[in-house]
Nanobody, 127 residues
Framework: QVQLVESGGGLVQAGGSLRLSCIVS????????MAWFRQAPGKERDIVGA????????EYADSVKGRFTITRDVTKRTTYLQMNSLKPEDTADYYC????????????????????WGQGTQVTVSS
């Protein structure tokens, strides 16, 4: 049983930054790939980026490349989403997701590739 708990969302002005965190809790750590998704009101849940736990390989959606960075702290079992140069169109609920499998990065995996999900954290970017 994997539990994911996100934190760090909030309200920020356009051009600002936020860092989201996702703590992974499981008895025997078996997470191989993690990702961040986002879902705006009335829209589908889209992947923001993914990271392979073992070596830290990352890949991002085109819409966030150069602005968002995913990292992980192995000792804390935590993954982070650093969001810079935020835009109003980044407004959404953000979710972290975990898979026991080493997933492809190109193309980015889809929501169906992940076994476990966090509860989401809201990010609002004002113009």
């Amino acid at each position: 049983q994997v539990q994911l708990v996100e934190s760090g969302g909030g309200l920020v002005q356009a051009g600002g930054s936020l860092r989201l965190s996702c703590i992974v809790s499981e008895r025997t750590f078996s997470t191989a790939t993690m990702a961040w998704f986002r879902q705006a009101p009335g829209k589908e849940r889209d992947i923001v980026g993914a990271i392979r736990w073992r070596d830290g390989t990352t890949e991002y959606a085109d819409s966030v490349k150069g602005r968002f960075t995913i990292t992980r702290d192995v000792t804390k079992r935590t993954t982070y989403l650093q969001m810079n140069s935020l835009k109003p169109e980044d407004t959404a609920d953000y979710y972290c997701a975990a898979s026991r499998h080493i997933l492809r990065m190109t193309p980015l995996p889809g929501a169906g590739d992940f076994d476990s999900w966090g509860q989401g954290t809201q990010v609002t970017v004002s113009s």
